[in-house]
């Protein structure tokens, strides 16, 4: 099949490609020029396992190309996925100017009948008013249809691979049997629904993921408190078919591009139906106060911060990925900078992404994690990478100024670690 995929962020940079290597003919578009004649040369601007190897591979075959001109695509394309951004605006509502962009785009040059497929994460409702728009414009035969992104940053392409299911949104039969046929080779649950349903279940499967997260981040604060331990807590809950084990990780909250800003906007969706979604607003507020958790307890234990190094280790929202939106782990780095202590930093892929973030505030960026511990107060693990499970701990030990651990992310074992000598803090222990 020909299909074009608009907007080369994480989720059209993924779904490209792969589409690509089942034989169809695909060509991303980006108005981002500079991007575009990048990603021709084989540089992929996101480190994502397995992506950039799949890009130079199918531009090599043939199926994939890149372009900035969705008109010119659009002729021959029988599938359009609209794959742009959708930021977050100031009150929390997903910004949906570069979606209606793409429709408008599309609406005045489409020629014959089309596919347009959302994979953005959209509201409930936009793929009515990218309908809308498109008529506007255009009075054949085309079908909308929403065909939601579930895809973690890190492990992106095996997860299109190999997806938990499929769902695809849509009012005509053609369309549904269309987009079933491209996913045919993926074997998965298919679910099909009407849009609207289809809309709602990516925002609702994100938000009860990130309820999970905040649930198990109350229960581990509670643990503190009642000499429990949130580990075992959540190993004998998710035992529990109907609880399941995972995202039952305690920590110091969620972050990344996707759970922040679509738990956001479904709490604000509902606000504009006159609906108060009080569940909803307690996980919010729950993440929020997590991600302070652990620079408040630095506070409880040092009591001045002033004047002490701290070797942080991880900057990225979460292992396996570059992306530092909304990482936990910059707060902690700002909260430290502005309490007048000094800090190292290392993460194994996401220093020059951090480093442009954190710009204004003064920190050292590693070449490894040694280093970045080297006569610092305490260390801080605030990413959970699995490597630095494997550190030599009494080497860390020797090089630290005093024995102390703040584990942000329940990485290391908390006996062995107090055995060793260290003062040891985790999440929930
Ligand atoms: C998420 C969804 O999982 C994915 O289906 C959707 O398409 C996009 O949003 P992603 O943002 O890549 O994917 O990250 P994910 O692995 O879900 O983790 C999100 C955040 O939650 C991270 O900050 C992670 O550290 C945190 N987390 C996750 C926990 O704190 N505890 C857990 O048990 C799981």
Redesign the pocket.
């Known amino acids: 099949m020909k299909v074009t995929v608009v907007g080369t962020g ?1 989720v059209g940079l993924v779904l490209g490609p792969c589409l690509a290597s089942f034989g169809n003919q695909v060509v991303c578009v980006d108005i981002d020029k500079e991007k575009i004649e990048k990603l021709k040369k084989g540089k992929v601007p996101i480190y994502e396992p397995g992506l950039t190897e799949l890009i130079v591979e199918e531009a090599k075959k043939g199926t994939l190309s890149f372009s900035t001109s969705l008109k010119d695509e659009l002729a021959e394309s029988e599938i359009v996925f609209i794959a742009v951004g959708t930021p977050s605006n100031p009150d929390g509502t997903a910004n949906l100017k570069y979606v209606y962009q793409v429709a408008e785009d599309i609406g005045k040059n489409l020629k014959g009948y089309k596919i347009i497929a959302t994979k953005s ?1 959209v509201p409930v409702g936009t793929g009515q008013e990218i309908k809308k728009i498109i008529k506007k414009h255009y009075k054949g035969e085309f079908d909308v249809v929403s065909c ?9 392409v095996q ?1 299109f691979f190999e997806p938990n299911r499929i769902v695809i949104g849509a009012e005509s039969k053609k369309a549904k049997d269309k987009i079933k046929k491209l996913f045919d080779p993926i074997d998965a649950d298919i679910i099909t629904t009407n849009i609207a349903s289809s809309e709602m279940i ?1 925002y609702a ?2 938000a009860f ?2 309820t ?2 905040s649930f ?2 109350e229960i581990a604060n509670i643990c503190e408190k009642v000499g429990a331990d949130v580990d075992m807590v ?1 190993h004998g809950m998710g035992r529990d078919d109907r609880i399941g084990r ?14 922040p800003k ?1 738990v956001n906007a479904l709490y604000q969706i509902a606000g504009t139906r006159g609906y108060e979604f009080n569940l909803l607003k307690a996980v919010i507020t729950v993440n929020n106060n997590q991600r302070r958790v652990l620079f408040e307890k630095i506070k409880d234990e040092f009591k001045e911060i002033k004047g002490l190094k701290f070797g942080a280790l991880g900057l990225a ?3 396996n ?1 570059d ?1 530092i939106r ?3 782990s910059l707060e902690i780095i700002k909260l430290l900078k502005e309490a007048g202590a000094k800090v190292a930093a290392y993460d194994p892929i996401a220093e020059e992404t951090a480093a442009s973030a954190l710009n204004g505030h003064e920190v050292e960026y590693t070449n490894d994690a040694y280093e970045a511990v080297k006569d610092a107060d305490a260390v801080i693990i605030a ?2 990478w699995p490597e630095f499970k494997d550190l030599d701990w009494n080497k860390i030990k020797s090089m630290l100024k005093k024995p102390y651990i703040f584990d942000g ?1 329940n990485l290391l074992d908390k006996e062995k670690m107090i055995n060793m000598g260290y003062k040891y803090f985790g999440i929930g222990k």
């Open positions: 994480y994460t939601p992104e579930f895809l973690r940053e890190g492990s992106a997860d990516k499967s994100n993921l990130a999970k997260i198990i981040n959540a995972h995202f039952l990780h305690a920590g110091i909250g969620y972050g990344g591009s996707c759970f679509d929202f979460k292992a990925t992306d909304e990482s936990a990413t959970e992310r």
